[in-house]
């Protein structure tokens, strides 16, 4: 799939999902939830406070009808909630609403009630941009802070789980620092020499590793060109994979409000997906994160 017009039809093919929505109590959500409903994608729990939940709906003409409301006024207690829905399978999929996501992955993370498996939890962007032909997979710009070598090899495998979700059977994937050759004083250059190897000898498969590569030259061949680079991941990358969670956060929202890209976000790595996105983005990008929710649901 190369934008999002065919994640929404195919999600749509394999819908309906059940969602759990943590912290409902917030427009953009409420308004994400109505259009996944009236395009078949989705079915919804909303858990929170029952009366601002009413009262958004009310006042932005928003109908309700026939969706379960969980009265949970107390944020940690309503992503408890949420969370346990999806953990008894009454939902497929869990959803952030008005909430900070520490809180929710907290609830994610509880050992009795939650949705935690032996891999590292993962946040994985979803763009689509003006001019370029593919989908671009950003990881990791929200939850990993500074991942070691380790965790980027499963922050690597989970996207992988995305775009292979996506239509994308062996991604290309772009370790992206600041300069393409490895300089001891950069850590990031050094990883991502250790993740090529790695997916050289077979540990890390299903995708096409390179880097260090600087973003110019993995999403531009005219860029990878002009600096002599000839790997085929250079200039065609499907993944970029961030070397800690500033640049990523930045990349992220560079795109929506520079190049006015349409984006989703996902995290990757629990028992089932968790749309989770900023909450100031738009009811568009919550309902294009519900959708590969579903085609994520639906593996």
Known sequence: MINFAEIMQTARQKGPKTIAVAAAQDLEVLLAVKNARDLGLAEAILVGDASRIRQIAQANQLDLTGVAIIDQADAAQACRTAVQLVSEGKAQILMKGLVDTAVILKAVLDKEIGLRTENVLSHV??????????????????????????????????????????????????????VEKVNAKMKATV???????????????????AGPLALDNAVSLEAAQHKGITNPVAGNADILVMPFIEPGNMLYKSIVFFAKGKLAGIVVGAKAPIVLTSRADSDEAKLNSIAIGVLMASK
Not at 135 to 145: K, V
Not at 194 to 200: C, F, I, Q
């Open 191 to 209: 990883d991502a020499a250790a993740l090529v190897k790695m997916n050289e000898s077979g540990e890390l498969g299903g995708c096409l590793v």
């Open 125 to 178: 962007a979803v763009a689509e941009i003006a001019g370029y032909d593919r989908l671009f997979y950003i990881t990791d710009a929200a939850m990993n802070i500074e991942p070691d070598l380790i965790t980027k090899k499963q922050i690597i495998e989970n996207s992988i789980q995305v775009a292979n979700a996506l239509g994308n059977d062996h991604p290309k994937v772009a370790c992206i620092c600041a």
